[in-house]
């Protein structure tokens, strides 16, 4: 029969990739439907993953801020954390951007639909609202934002499953309560953001990782400052330790563990009174009926996608954490433009030589491009460029010198290929290294350049002088 509704470009999911492939397909003229099935756009970046986490991570900030100032000669008094308010205060950050969002959606006159989207055609998908009203829209080309969800672990089932003790990031950034002692399963940047939070709010934390070191994907140069400065907030760290089972017991939550390695040594059972499962996000490719659509899915439920983000069906996109790692935000939002200007008729394809990635830890932890592990475990030959923060005036003058900036650079080249950050406002630091390397900058052109002084930035510019200093073949 005939399609309730008829448009030039569907977008399914109105997480980051979703809203921009849809804003930008309407600025290119394309009469847009975004589909999602909540009531609120932003998907989980923004309901519930990097903007509410980051309005807790400010919160626990200042708080640690505040108490390291007894050092400084200045103490103020223990803090009286209302916890209705600061669960109100993350509700108003987030509600200010969604309502942000829908108004955006608004201007472009972009058609929002809510409701659970479905394929049953190449050119049809169902949407099946709440109330189990169905419609049923026509479109000619599409764009897969579906995005991820938690992974859950294989022994939290039945009771432990519905257990409130136990709980995802979504249920962490809840914040309905401070546990007294918390473990964290998983030593990856979410665990250790949500460890962050309720650490500072008065938990006692224990992490348990299976792999040898937190954070994978870093430099471990970079998470050896990180965890010297966070000694104190764990009680323990637990390395190449499995976490097998999980009992919920009246006095509280039972899990025990074994090593991960033959011959490895695990500690006994232990009580928690909150569970984080913080052990990885999988695609949402199997729950769209894709295959309706003759769109292609992997056993893991990912969408592969060509340069333009086109699957094996040409008129079917698809972008953000449902076509794979890493799983960021402002990756999902690169490639959803990518994807609306192709579709629109233009030349755009992904090209981005390197994505960065942030711990909004304290310190932050931010790299981007090549890391010194990566080149090695590559046989890849590079130089280094370092610039310890002992040096730099103003984190000094912070307080707060724990940190390094560190440049790699080409041997042959000495062009920039990669970089870590690892102290306050990383995270805020990384871009210019991100615009470096894209722009092919080298040594010189990062060192010359002027930076202002005192600023935390100016670590970059010290950090690739230091490496022209050893330099002798240089101009
Ligand atoms: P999503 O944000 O997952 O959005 C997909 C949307 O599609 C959802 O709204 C969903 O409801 C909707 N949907 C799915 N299926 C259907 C269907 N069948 N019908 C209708 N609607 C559907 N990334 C960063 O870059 N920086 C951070 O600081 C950061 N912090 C994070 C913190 C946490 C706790 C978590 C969990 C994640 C964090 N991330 C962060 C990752 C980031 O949230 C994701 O990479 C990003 O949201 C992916 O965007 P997306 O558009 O691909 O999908």
């Known amino acids: 029969g005939q399609a309730d509704v008829q448009c030039d470009m569907l977008v399914l999911g109105a997480g980051p990739?979703?809203?921009?492939?849809?804003?930008?397909?309407?600025?290119?003229g394309l009469n847009t439907v975004l589909v999602e099935r909540y009531a609120v756009l932003g998907g989980v970046c923004l309901n519930v993953g990097c903007i509410p986490s980051k309005a807790l991570l400010h919160v626990a900030a200042v708080i640690d801020e505040a108490a390291s100032m007894s050092t400084h000669g200045v103490t103020f008094g223990k803090p009286q954390i209302d916890i209705d308010k600061l669960?109100?205060?993350?509700?108003?950050?987030?509600?200010?951007m969604t309502t942000g969002l829908a108004g955006m959606a608004k201007a472009r006159k972009v058609n929002v639909m809510q409701g659970v989207g479905q394929f049953v055609g190449p050119n049809h998908l169902e949407i099946i609202a709440a109330d189990g009203g169905k419609k049923t829209v026509q479109f000619?080309?599409?764009i897969i934002a579906a995005g991820s969800s938690v992974v859950d672990l294989p022994f939290v089932q039945g009771a432990e499953k519905a257990d409130p003790r136990i709980v995802d990031s979504t249920g962490a950034l809840?914040?309905?309560?401070?546990?007294?002692?918390?473990?964290?399963?998983?030593?990856?940047i979410i665990g250790l953001e949500m460890a962050?939070?309720?650490?500072?709010?008065?938990?006692?934390i224990d992490v348990v990782e299976m792999m040898d070191g937190l954070m994978q994907g870093a430099d471990r140069d970079m998470v050896r400052v990180w965890q010297k400065f966070n000694e104190k907030r764990f009680d323990r760290i637990m390395l190449k330790t499995k976490t097998v089972g999980v009992e919920a017991l009246k006095e509280g939550i039972k899990v025990s563990f074994e090593a991960a390695e033959a011959g490895g040594t695990a500690p006994e059972p232990q009580l928690y009174d909150m569970v984080l499962v913080a052990v990885g996000r999988s695609p949402n490719g199997k729950k769209i009926a894709a295959d309706k659509a003759g769109v292609a899915v992997t056993d893991r439920g990912f969408i592969n996608v060509d340069s333009q983000m086109r699957t094996n069906v040409p008129h079917i996109f698809a972008i953000g954490d449902i076509i794979g790692q890493p799983m960021l935000a402002h990756k999902a939002v690169h490639e959803g433009h990518v994807a609306a200007e192709a579709a629109a008729g233009q030349?755009?394809?992904f090209d981005a030589r390197v994505i960065p990635?942030?711990?909004?830890?304290?310190?932050?932890?931010?790299?981007?491009g090549m890391t010194e592990d990566e080149a090695k475990a590559r046989g890849i030959k590079l130089e280094k460029g370092l610039f310890p923060w002992a040096a730099s005036g103003r984190a000094v003058a912070n307080g707060r010198d724990e940190g390094f900036t560190k440049l790699l650079f080409d041997a042959d080249t000495h062009r920039i290929v990669g970089a870590g950050i690892v102290g306050t406002h990383a995270g805020d630091m990384i871009g210019e290294l991100a615009l470096a390397i894209e722009m092919g900058a080298d040594a010189v052109d990062i060192g010359k350049t002027i930076h202002p002084h005192p600023t935390l930035g100016e670590s970059?510019?010290?950090?690739?002088?230091?490496?022209?200093g050893v330099c002798t073949d240089l101009p």
């Open 140 to 142: 000619k080309q599409a």
């Open 460 to 468: 970059i510019g010290m950090a690739a002088e230091a490496f022209e």
């Open 357 to 368: 990635s942030v711990a909004y830890t304290d310190p932050e932890v931010a790299w981007v």
């Open 347 to 349: 030349k755009s394809h």
């Open 17 to 28: 990739g979703g809203y921009s492939a849809a804003f930008r397909s309407a600025d290119l």
């Open 174 to 188: 809840e914040l309905r309560s401070v546990p007294k002692r918390m473990l964290v399963i998983g030593g990856g």
């Open 87 to 96: 669960r109100g205060y993350k509700e108003k950050v987030v509600g200010k």
């Open 196 to 204: 962050t939070v309720y650490s500072t709010l008065g938990a006692r």
